[in-house]
């Protein structure tokens, strides 16, 4: 290989990083854009959550007697459910 032929390869290069930089510049997430995403990840996790628990709390204050069966299960189910709908959103980013 020439010195010119190196340097071809070097300027090719460089020209196709900047456009990688520059297609990336333009594509960037804004800060609004990020929190929503953010946002959106807790709703998906907590919601169930929260659901679960206060489900469990109507139907344990239904039974006779002090029991706390109900409200520990949906809290557990609620968090996998939470855990299962982050995971697919996340997923099914492009």
């Given at each position: 290989m020439?010195?010119?032929?190196?340097?071809?390869?070097?300027?090719?290069r460089l020209k196709l990083q900047s456009r990688r930089m520059e297609k990336a510049e333009k594509e960037r997430d804004t800060l609004l854009s990020q929190t929503v995403y953010v946002g959106t990840l807790g709703l998906l996790f907590i919601l169930?959550?929260?659901?679960?628990?206060y489900t469990g709390l109507w139907l344990?204050?239904?039974?006779?007697?002090?029991?706390?069966?109900?409200?520990?299960?949906?809290?557990?189910?609620?968090?996998?459910?939470?855990?299962?709908?982050?995971?697919i959103f996340i997923r099914n980013q492009p």
């Open positions: 020439t010195y010119s032929d190196n340097n071809e390869k070097l300027r090719n169930p959550v929260i659901l679960g628990v344990d204050e239904m039974s006779a007697g002090y029991s706390s069966r109900w409200t520990l299960g949906l809290l557990l189910a609620g968090l996998v459910v939470g855990v299962l709908n982050v995971y």
